[in-house]
């Protein structure tokens, strides 16, 4: 198995940025929260972003290791919990993963979280499936 990241995978448009959220959802496992925008599948079935506020975590090197323990729990947990269901409903999806707490969590708490949140944004594009398939249809 690859569990690599690369940089496709990354969310860096502006627009998908500001589309995601100001149209995505929103989903809560604290310390985390994502936000997350279904779409039709296109070049790439998930981007992601991470975004640790400088005005909850002050110091940089806290907001470097929240960063590095969220993307390695996204990195472990994406092909099994997200890309797998994803690849049969035919929705990419786009999201952005925001910490919350104030004092920086171990990471046996932001992977469980983190499965937590990928579940039910898998679950959530099951559930608009019919959907992508009557648009196929017509």
């Known amino acids: 198995m690859d569990f690599k990241l690369k940089k496709d995978e990354k969310l860096c448009s502006r627009t998908a940025v500001d589309l995601l ?20 599948r296109g070049e790439h079935s998930v981007q992601f972003l ?26 472990l947990n994406r092909r099994e919990l997200l890309q797998a269901p994803l690849g049969e409903t035919g929705w990419g999806v786009d999201i952005a993963f925001v910490y919350l707490d104030s004092s920086l969590a171990p990471y046996s708490v932001i992977n469980e979280k983190m499965i937590s949140l990928l579940t039910r944004i898998a679950q959530a594009a099951a559930q608009q499936q019919p959907t992508v398939n009557q648009e196929q249809k017509q």
């Not at 100001?22 to 039709?40: I, T, W």
């Not at 110091?59 to 729990?73: D, I, K, Q, S, W």
């Open 21 to 40: 959220f100001g149209e995505g959802k929103s989903l809560m496992a604290f310390p985390l929260r994502a936000a997350y925008r279904l779409r039709p």
């Open 50 to 75: 991470i975004s640790i506020p400088k005005k909850r975590i002050r110091h940089a090197v806290g907001r470097v290791t929240l960063r590095r323990r969220v993307r390695e729990a996204y990195r």
